[in-house]
């Protein structure tokens, strides 16, 4: 369709004409005009809601939000056009199939032995392996060799040495969703150990021996320790709830020596309604500051975060301080269980703050034991109720530790939003199905390729400058304050309004760093061939001069270049209309990360930022402050000249 | 007034002091008469708490038993615990500290008292003299002139002895600006944008009254600034009926009918009583011990204090614009224009100038743009956010505008030569300070304190390099362009380096700060070796090759 607005969205007036293009798997705008010809690219995939306004007389609008947090508005000049482009974008935006997802189209030229390689970069029997099981305490269990006793479960789980076959498949028939409590982190500094499992079908009075056994059992697996924790993760009224379901939480009296512990963390109902509402928030048009706090707080948001940081950190303590184990549930053991243990492994564990562990940790505690990455994010059509950000969470948990820790992550921001974006894209096969069961039945690992093989090609991208192995931050256990704390949560721009570049700061201080890093390393390559040709030349101070010249030219490369300079000296100019005098975000036409550069040519679509590029000047409000009668009065015949003022300094 | 009758007991054995992220410690507390010193002996490593009094905005005392409890907190936002055994000391101690923090008389404040144990090199109080900036300015324009009609600040008494006017107006006409202008700031240069030759100028409000009065000379002096056919902006920061309110005190705005090519924007910049207010809720949200998430933010937003930092920053932004974008001159005032009219003035720069944003251009910013502009320093900072007495002068003015530049320096972390703990410092020592800078109200006032003479500059002692490499930013590169700030909510944040610096573990961030100088510096390094290297060998190639020609 040819002569379709993309509006920008804060100012009617900076909107582009361009094409769009629809194909089998995303929808495309390619602007007019400009040399650049910049492109839109968004996945079919990603399309959270597709909207369709009232025709206006300039068009027909077209809304559609994405579940990477872009939001982009089409006016469509026919109104018939507009309708077929709703009526299709609704389908193809809502496969009923898996064969119809991106990764089984998606090919990135890579043999078929690059692709098993792909999928072997992460292993979960080396990072058993790597915690210290099997050992005389733990044992890998095959009671669910053949899926037979909990489908959502993988087959290899690790159970306490003293928990026969009898037993689990016993307490596996007294939980829901028979997801018996299994091992989810063992510290082999003092045996301590997170399990996991789902909620006893307990009700008013049933008990269970096996399933006591079990506890037990998880209990001896640490002789440093004459009890365990229960954590349940739910609000406690919602636990007593579901006791008249016939589910509930464990009581003590029936088992011994366990302490049981609430903790608040609500549903995913409550989660997918707090986020809507902080995307209400993020897409006002100029909030005051007021309305945007205001929105914050009434989301209820940060408070959700901090309520699941809390759990993480209670249970990193007791393993780590108290050397207690902790079983932690919440209903089905697969969303607040999954968010609260990797917290807490997160905590504990430097190996999941590094790239390759913390790949490591999602595939343990997230797409291993079941949870729902198809229900939860909406990947094929299905019911909305299932719907809820529980990863986005988790991923938010992560920037809060990172913001309170800068040095204690191998990875930067950016590895996380890429994550989150390709939870979503199905673009990878990773964070398909529902659990092991269906991905093994789908043959993922040979119809589709890994996202971590793609994400540990491009590293130097994701990498954090400030991490050193060696640093206080990278060794042992984090301790993040507990109280008062309320004030380090904070709201993640980065991520929720990721595509209005112009409220995110103009320099980058990680880019700029790695820069720097870079060329230091480069300066020693330098620094040691020009040593080494100190040292010939001093030897032999009759050389071969030709071959001197050479080396000389190739020194020459190296220069001392300034590319690190481009940070403080990208092109910052409002390019704004200035009928409006807008005060606010410059629309610099901001220079592509050099990261998304390098990434580009190969995998057009499947960087998450690609899209964004395209669409450099978002975020250029008009002067929300601005009293009205001011805007208007202005001298306009200044302003067609001022816009192509825009000064692009360069060097 | 001697010192010693205030100090009944000076010194007290076992107290007990309890800081924020610090085990408690016992030792000894003396008094003398500018600072509480505390000091220990544990182990090996002699620990001491020196504190001015100035510095102290609040105390409280309880009594348990005969233990008595003095909570001390301060100017800087910290909060100190003194656990003083016997009823009698304490007592007596809190009454000094009282008295001692609230002495009314300048000359009694420490700086007067203050020797420094470091050599002058540079003496501040001469390091940024207006005469120096005119220089400059001559150097892009003739339009301008120096003039010292106010030398015995008879004309005005809160601008310096020297100002810089547009060259068209002699000083007999000044005088008559003068008398049309709320305390006679008649308008003045505060900034010339060399890309365009397009001025800034600041003053107060003129002096229409409700009969609606005009004075010639000053619709002489601000069209002066203007190019022919071009307007230029007036930037009220008062709203219209705040400003149509005022003439009938005397006061008013300039009237299209005699500014014909003047456009008045009005913006809304908060004032005295609710910015302090504001900074006191600010302060109690962040010393909230309770756990509950919601009423963090809920009180944060009840505070307004980012309000107050969207508002200033988006005037600030739009004078820029005017400026930068539309090619025309500025005018900016309010009533009295000596606080926002200062700050939007001075935020302008920031965004405007990159000389600025430099360490030496912002020490002279402050000094030309509020020190010598006559912000009424020892009014505002009399009292920090702790205090209870609530006076109408009092007002974190200063404060804001350094969060602004912090807003916009953590936007551009890499186009500022100083860094954050830069601003702090100026925060803390614009409320409490060993040297004479912003003592006083206004140059007048520093004339007859004398201050020059019997007080030490800050700048002497900021800007001798031990003291400079604390301040600088290790990222920055000079960035010759207009800076424009995003002003949106999910840009502006709460300044954690101010207000929960005494809140929050720091141990990280610091880290994380050293870490970042630690890469600039090796890179630096490596570089210079490699350099010295480079030359070394182009040396010893031609000499060969010289060798070879032979």
Redesign the interface.
């Known amino acids: 369709v040819e002569n379709v607005r993309l509006l920008d969205r804060f100012s009617s007036r900076r909107a582009v004409l361009g094409t769009l293009y629809l194909t089998a798997t995303h929808v495309i705008f390619v602007e007019n005009g400009s040399e650049t010809r910049k492109e839109t690219w968004v996945l079919h995939s990603q399309i959270s809601s597709i909207e369709k306004q009232a025709t206006t007389a300039t068009g027909c609008p077209l809304l559609i939000r994405c579940k990477n947090f872009q939001v982009i508005q089409l006016v469509i000049p026919q109104e018939r056009d507009c309708h077929d482009i709703y009526i299709s974008l609704i389908r193809l935006a809502r496969p009923v199939k898996y064969e119809e997802l991106y990764c089984f189209s998606f090919n990135p030229k890579l043999d078929k032995e690059e692709r098993g390689q792909g999928w072997k970069l992460v292993d979960l029997n080396e990072e058993y392996n790597r915690m210290g099981v099997p050992n005389n305490y733990w044992q890998i269990s095959d009671v669910n060799r053949d899926y037979g006793v909990c489908d959502s479960y993988p087959t290899e789980v690790y159970v306490p040495k003293s928990a026969t076959a009898h037993i689990i498949v016993g307490s596996s028939k007294f939980r829901s969703r028979r997801r018996f409590p299994a091992l989810s982190y063992y510290c082999k500094a003092n045996n301590a150990s997170i399990c996991r499992s789902s909620q006893p079908l307990s009700g008013f009075s049933a008990r269970c021996l096996e399933d006591e056994q079990m506890l037990q059992a998880i209990r001896k697996a640490n002789p440093g320790s004459d009890f365990i924790y229960v954590v349940d993760t739910r609000p406690k009224l919602n636990a007593m709830a579901n006791r008249a379901a016939g589910k509930g939480y464990e009581n003590e009296d029936n088992y011994s020596n366990i302490k049981f512990q609430f903790i608040g963390i609500e549903n995913i109902h409550v989660m997918r309604n707090s986020l809507q509402k902080m995307l209400e928030v993020?897409e006002l048009k100029?909030?005051?500051?007021?309305?945007?706090?205001?929105g914050?707080?009434n989301s209820?948001w940060?408070?959700h975060i901090?309520a699941i940081m809390d759990a993480g950190i209670f249970i990193a303590k007791a393993v780590a301080e108290e050397g207690v184990s902790v079983l932690v549930h919440c209903s089905d053991g697969w969303d607040r269980t999954a968010q609260v243990c990797s917290v807490a492994s997160l905590l504990l564990d430097p190996y999941y703050r590094t790239m390759k562990g913390f790949m490591v940790l999602i595939e343990k505690d997230w797409i291993s034991f079941g949870h729902k990455f198809n229900h939860r994010y909406g990947n094929l059509d299905g019911d909305p109720k299932e719907i809820s950000p529980v990863i986005d969470q988790f991923i938010e948990c992560v920037w809060q530790l990172m913001e309170?820790?800068?040095?204690?992550f191998e990875f930067n921001e950016r590895f996380l939003i890429h994550i989150q974006h390709h939870i979503y894209s199905c673009q990878f096969g990773n964070f398909l199905c529902n659990s092991q069961k269906e991905r093994r039945e789908l043959k993922i690992k040979e119809r589709t390729y890994s996202l971590w093989a793609h994400l540990w090609k491009n590293r130097a991208d994701y990498l954090n400058?400030?991490y050193?192995s060696d640093?206080?931050?990278t060794q042992g256990t984090l301790h993040p304050?507990i109280?008062?704390?309320?004030?380090?949560?904070?709201?993640w721009?980065g991520m929720y309004?990721r595509f209005?570049k112009?409220?995110?700061?103009?320099?980058s201080?990680t880019d700029?760093?790695m820069a720097?890093?870079e060329?230091?390393q480069q300066?020693?390559e330098?620094?040691e061939v020009?040593?080494e040709?100190?040292a010939s030349?001093?030897k032999s101070?009759?050389g071969d001069?030709k071959a001197?010249s050479k080396q000389?030219d190739r020194?020459k490369q190296f220069g001392?270049y300034t590319s690190n300079?481009s940070?403080?000296?990208t092109?910052?100019?409002?390019g704004?209309d200035?009928k409006s005098?807008?005060?606010?975000?410059?629309s610099?036409g901001d220079e592509e990360d050099s990261a998304l550069i390098l990434t580009q040519d190969n995998l057009k679509s499947s960087d998450p930022d690609l899209s964004a590029n395209s669409d450099q000047e978002s975020?250029v409000?008009d002067?929300s402050?601005?009293?009205p009668s001011?805007g208007g009065?202005?001298?306009s015949e200044?302003s067609g000249k001022?816009s192509d003022?825009a000064?692009f300094?360069a060097g | 007034m001697e010192f010693a009758e205030l100090i009944k007991t000076p010194r007290a054995d076992n107290v007990v002091l309890h800081r924020p992220f610090h085990p408690a410690v016992e030792g000894t507390l003396c008094l003398t008469g500018h600072h509480l010193i505390f000091s220990s002996r544990r182990h090996d490593n002699a620990e001491e708490l020196w504190l001015l009094h100035s510095n102290i905005d609040s105390i409280e005392k309880r009594f348990v038993g005969s233990l008595g409890t003095i909570a001390i907190k301060c100017k800087d936002l910290r909060i100190i615990q003194l656990d003083i055994p016997g009823m009698e000391e304490c007592l007596n101690i809190a009454s000094s500290i009282e008295a001692l923090s609230t002495l009314d008389s300048v000359t009694l404040m420490y700086p007067f008292f203050y020797r420094p144990m470091f050599e002058v090199v540079e003496d501040g109080w001469s390091s940024f003299l207006l005469e120096q900036e005119f220089e400059l300015l001559s150097s892009m324009t003739n339009e301008w002139r120096l003039s010292c009609v106010n030398k015995d600040f008879s004309v005005c008494p809160s601008y310096p002895p020297v100002v810089i006017v547009p060259k068209s107006l002699d000083d007999e006409a000044l005088r008559k600006v003068a008398l049309f202008r709320h305390g006679g700031r008649f308008p003045v240069l505060s900034y010339y944008h060399k890309k365009n030759g397009m001025a800034m100028m600041r003053s107060s409000q003129p002096l229409t009254g409700t009969n609606g009065r005009r004075c010639k000379e000053d619709e002489k002096l601000v069209n002066s600034t203007l190019r022919s056919g071009r307007?230029g902006f007036v930037i009220d920061t008062r709203?219209?009926p705040v400003a149509q309110q005022a003439r009938a005190k005397g006061g008013g705005f300039e009237q299209e009918v005699y500014y014909p090519q003047w456009?008045r924007?009005?913006?809304y910049i908060e004032r005295f009583n609710i910015l302090q207010e504001s900074f006191i809720k600010l302060v109690e949200a962040?010393n909230?011990?309770?756990?509950?998430?919601?009423?963090?933010?809920?009180k944060?937003?009840a505070s307004?204090w980012?309000?107050h930092?969207?508002?200033l920053?988006?005037?600030a932004?739009?004078a820029a614009?005017c400026i930068d974008?539309?090619?025309a001159s500025v005018l900016v005032h309010g009533s009295e224009g000596t606080d926002s009219t200062l700050q939007v003035t001075s935020l302008a720069q920031i965004i405007l100038d990159p000389r600025c944003r430099t360490i030496r251009g912002f020490e002279a910013l402050v000094v030309r743009e509020w020190l010598q502009a006559g912000h009424p320093f020892q009014q505002r900072c009399a009292q920090s956010a702790y205090s209870n007495s609530k006076q109408k002068w009092e007002a974190p003015v200063f404060l804001l505008f350094l969060e602004c530049v912090w807003q916009i320096h953590?936007?551009?972390?890499?186009?500022f030569e100083f860094n954050e703990q830069f601003l702090i410092m100026l925060f803390e020592h614009a409320y409490a300070s060993q040297f004479g800078t912003f003592l006083g109200n206004n140059e007048n006032e520093r004339a007859k304190l004398k201050l020059p003479q019997k007080t030490m500059s800050l700048w002497s002692w900021v800007n001798r390099p031990e003291e400079l490499s604390r301040f600088q930013n290790p990222?920055y590169?000079?960035?010759?362009?207009?800076?424009?700030?995003?002003?949106?909510?999910?840009?502006?944040?709460?300044w954690?380096g101010v207000f929960?610096r005494w809140?929050?573990?720091s141990k990280?961030?610091e880290?994380?700060e050293e870490?970042?100088i630690n890469?600039?510096k090796?890179?630096k390094e490596?570089?210079a070796?490699?350099?010295a290297?480079?030359r070394?060998?182009a040396e010893?190639?031609t000499d060969?090759?010289v060798?070879?020609e032979q």
Request: hydrophobic content about 35%.
């Open positions: 993020c100029s909030p005051s500051m007021s309305d945007f706090l205001w914050l707080e209820g940060l408070k901090k309170q820790f800068p040095c204690a400058p400030l050193k640093h206080s931050q304050q109280a008062p704390c309320n004030f380090l949560y904070k709201f721009s309004n209005e112009g409220l995110h700061p103009r320099q201080v700029y760093l720097v890093k060329e230091t300066l020693e330098e620094l020009l040593q040709r100190l030349l001093q101070q009759s001069n001197k000389q020194s001392l300079n940070l403080a000296n092109p910052q100019e409002y704004n200035l005098f807008p005060s606010r975000s410059p610099q975020g409000e002067l402050c601005r009293s001011v009065c202005l001298p200044d001022d003022e000064v300094l | 307007r709203p219209l456009r924007i009005h913006k962040c909230d011990q309770s756990h509950n998430m919601d009423r963090w933010l809920s944060l937003e307004n980012l309000t930092i969207k508002e920053l988006t005037a932004c739009l614009q974008r539309e090619g953590r936007q551009f972390p890499c186009s990222l590169e000079a960035n010759s362009l207009v800076i424009w700030p995003s002003v949106a909510p999910q840009s502006l944040q709460l954690e929960l809140n929050r573990p990280f961030l880290e994380a870490e970042t890469i600039i090796y890179n490596l570089q070796k490699v350099n290297l480079r070394q060998l010893m190639e060969e090759e060798q070879e």
